[in-house]
């Protein structure tokens, strides 16, 4: 006796599981933005307009989409700006090209992300230049000199001049009270942990991204500081790499100018030590993704500087890096920013300056074009 065919059910033989990697724009379309949208597809009044438009008319609905997701592309990938800002679309499509290049790293699962101190502030931590001014504050510098240690970039001096007039017990206890709490979880760090679950780098002391995968990530998390930096990963963790120390243990952060010496090197880097073996690991087997960095004169650029140039000298390919970087003031200092990033192997693509919540929608159009290559 024949065997009936089993049943497809509604959800399978419509792909409805389709229409939620579209969540962004069924939200968009069921929403106050959507009137004209939903009037024009015949299903505004409906219960769920989305839906009975993904149902009832599915090529209608993936031209809606398309158009909606290039409203969306060109608005957070800064056309508009990069168009006014240059004259024409020459930057502008090269930021779409940069970024479908990041999304096909991503896709591939070879995207680290490395972030900064400009990722946490929106969790209500300072960035690190704020905090060097009240730890100059707490330890009595006058603020002048703090002032001109910062516009110098001279951060380590700040903390060496702290500790030379009051010892590092004042600095560890400022850095508690300024990075012990916990944060407010910025929408960012959900993001993060929404698309990366195999490696992160971070130079920041707080535990916002611990807290992030801790709630939304769904994966226990390795921590790695310092002094354990060159532990192999858990397989079944998402490990994080604190690369200047935990709050949790803060007389193993890297502060002051003798332990960054220590940690990278004296005067210049030397590769055999643990950080900098570990930044040269993941600069050759991964496209870092830099989040919330200055990126300029630090240590950690140092080091993928000497790596860059050992590259250059040997002829080798290295990945392709990313950084989502502020919009300099005209074209002749994008140019410039542009060939300074990439000499250090980094792509960056472009949002407008001050413009922070561009980070976290880009990230989003990231998470969104993952879900639409499905």
């Not at 991964?286 to 002829?315: H, K, P, W, Y």
């Not at 922070?356 to 989003?364: G, S, T």
Request: aromatic share 10%.
């Amino acid at each position: 006796m024949a065997t009936a065919p089993a049943l497809l059910s509604w959800c399978e033989e419509d792909r409805h599981r389709k229409y939620s990697d579209y969540r962004d724009f069924n939200d968009w379309f069921d929403g106050a933005e959507g009137v004209e949208a939903r009037e024009a597809a015949k299903v505004a009044g409906l219960a769920s307009p989305s839906k009975a438009f993904f149902v009832g008319d599915r090529e209608g609905y993936g031209v809606a989409f398309e158009a909606w997701r290039q409203v969306q592309r060109n608005l957070w990938l800064s056309r508009e700006a990069l168009t006014e800002l240059c004259a024409d679309a020459h930057w502008a499509d090269r930021n779409t090209t940069r970024f479908d290049q990041l999304c096909d790293q991503i896709a591939l699962a070879n995207v680290v992300p490395f972030i900064g101190a400009g990722l946490s502030q929106p969790g209500g931590f300072p960035t690190w230049k704020d905090h060097l001014r009240q730890q100059g504050r707490t330890a009595g510098l006058l603020p002048d000199a703090v002032e001109a240690m910062l516009a110098a970039g001279d951060y380590e001096g700040i903390v060496h001049a702290i500790e030379a007039q009051l010892g590092q017990p004042v600095f560890r206890q400022e850095l508690r009270d300024a990075f012990s709490r916990n944060g407010t979880i910025p929408p960012a760090d959900y993001l993060i942990a929404e698309l990366f679950s195999d490696t992160l780098i971070t130079t920041n002391y707080d535990r916002l991204l611990e807290q992030a995968f801790d709630v939304g990530g769904g994966r226990p998390v390795q921590v790695l500081t310092p002094a354990t930096i060159l532990t192999p990963p858990d397989a079944d963790s998402v490990t994080i790499l604190k690369l200047h120390g935990d709050i949790v243990a803060p007389g193993g952060c890297i502060l002051s100018r003798n332990q960054y010496a220590a940690a990278y090197g004296d005067g210049a880097i030397d590769p055999s030590l643990p950080i900098p073996q570990a930044l040269d690991y993941y600069f050759r087997n991964s496209s870092l993704l830099f989040l919330g960095c200055s990126l300029n004169q630090d240590r950690t650029v140092q080091v993928f500087e000497a790596i860059m140039n050992r590259a250059l000298a040997e002829s080798a390919d290295l990945p392709q890096h990313f950084a989502i970087e502020q919009l300099p003031s005209d074209e002749a200092a994008l140019i410039a920013r542009n060939a300074a990033l990439l000499r250090i192997g980094v792509t960056p693509i472009w949002f407008p300056a001050g413009a922070f919540e561009f980070i976290e929608e880009i990230l989003r159009l990231a998470r969104n074009e993952m879900h639409f290559r499905r």
